[in-house]
């Protein structure tokens, strides 16, 4: 385990008077950790989107199948966690870990209650580490200064970015984003990406009301879109694909169809 300077403030402030997108995230999957306020906006939601619920588990369970895949047949060691969100079941250290206990991985994220609970999440195999950074997306400074302290830039990094770059619009540039990151990152690094996209207009009825109700905002992008983020990437088959055909196992909504959801892996050359 590292001692990230993020975890120095013992007590980060907590606002309850407003939803957050990581505890509104951890009510749709069941979680404990939300107020008052996170689940009257994540009820709101579901009542317009109930599949909201199927996307959100859909992306975790995406989350399972792609470490598992890195970690294993990819072979890598390291990775960077961007919106890592609460700490459920089956998070990225735990995947990767079982697999391989000298992996090493980054947390990300921005929400004080998720740097209150980090200390859970630090909990590494002796032969690994486990880090968390208090971060903004966009200060990528900050993100790749902090994650050096834990992984070795020299040695290929799986990014992991599963549904945040939604959480910023196309004024911030994601595509910008991406590649900044990227970018520091050695040949035979990953992308792991997932986000919501506009297809369903019920599921864009219910994030239109999520903005207007929520300290954050939600932007589900087309498909080709977020096809775009990987560009330059060599990817993973089957490519970029709704979140339910990614390398399928067993699946926990055998009798329902898809959700607003793509995916994909992309590997750097």
Known sequence: MTDGSSMADPKPKIDTSAPHSARVWNYWL??????PVDRTVGDQVMAMF???TRLARADRAFLGRAVRYLAGEAGIRQFLDIGTGLPTANNTHQVAQAIAPESRIVYVDNDP??????RALLTSTP?????????DLRDIGKILAEAAKTLDFTQPVALMM????????NSDDPESIIKRLLDALPSGSYLTLSDGVNTSETFND???HYN???????????????TGFFAGLELVEPGVVP??????EASPFPDAGEVPGMCGLGQKP
């Open 162 to 169: 599963l549904g945040i770059v939604g959480q910023i619009s």
């Open 206 to 208: 219910a994030v239109r």
């Open 127 to 135: 032969e690994g580490a486990c880090d968390y950074i208090d971060a």
């Open 212 to 226: 207007e109700n929520s300290a954050n905002t939600y932007h589900p992008r087309s498909p080709e879109q977020i």
């Open 243 to 248: 979140l339910l055909q990614w390398r399928p």
């Open 30 to 35: 069941g979680g404990k950790d939300h107020y």
């Open 50 to 52: 109930p599949d909201i």
């Open 113 to 118: 209650l998720v740097l209150v609970h980090a």
